[in-house]
């Protein structure tokens, strides 16, 4: 089955940083947006940051200017750079790819219906605490 394997959580105290990275396991990263999701405990999973086969990117509100979305098709690898990480930030990251970034509306990243997205691959768990 092709999915992504993302990988580099852990246990992160609050205001540290992580880097994530979400690799295409078999196959060429799709040429097409690439979004990063989170599930934090008992809530649903949200879209936080996208970033488009040009290398545009997209973040929800309350990631833009701490987290950073990047891509080396080279390595058929997608990155999310997280800094000034958060007590509430404790979630369980996974990245997914579709045809286009979800939209931005009012601080907030609208994805396609979940089935759109491929790829999907296992996550990685953060945990912010000290």
């Known amino acids: 089955q092709l999915q992504f394997v993302e990988s580099g959580g852990g246990l992160v105290q609050p205001g540290g940083s992580q880097r994530l990275s979400c690799a295409a396991s078999?196959?060429?990263?799709?040429?097409?947006?690439i979004t990063w999701f989170r599930q934090a405990p008992g809530k649903g999973r949200e879209a936080i940051s996208c970033?488009?086969?040009?290398?545009?990117?997209h973040y929800k509100d309350d990631v833009e200017g701490r987290f950073t979305a990047s891509r080396d098709n080279a390595k058929n690898t997608v990155y999310l750079q997280m800094n000034s990480l958060k007590p509430e930030g404790t979630a369980n990251f996974f990245c997914?790819?579709?045809?286009?970034?979800?939209?931005?509306?009012?601080?907030?990243?609208?994805?396609?219906?979940?089935?759109?997205?491929?790829?999907w691959g296992l996550g990685t768990q953060v945990t912010v605490s000290s």
């Open positions: 078999g196959f060429a990263l799709p040429n097409s947006g």
């Open positions: 970033i488009t086969s040009d290398g545009i990117t």
């Open positions: 997914a790819a579709s045809g286009a970034c979800p939209v931005r509306f009012i601080g907030v990243l609208l994805p396609q219906p979940f089935v759109e997205y491929n790829y």
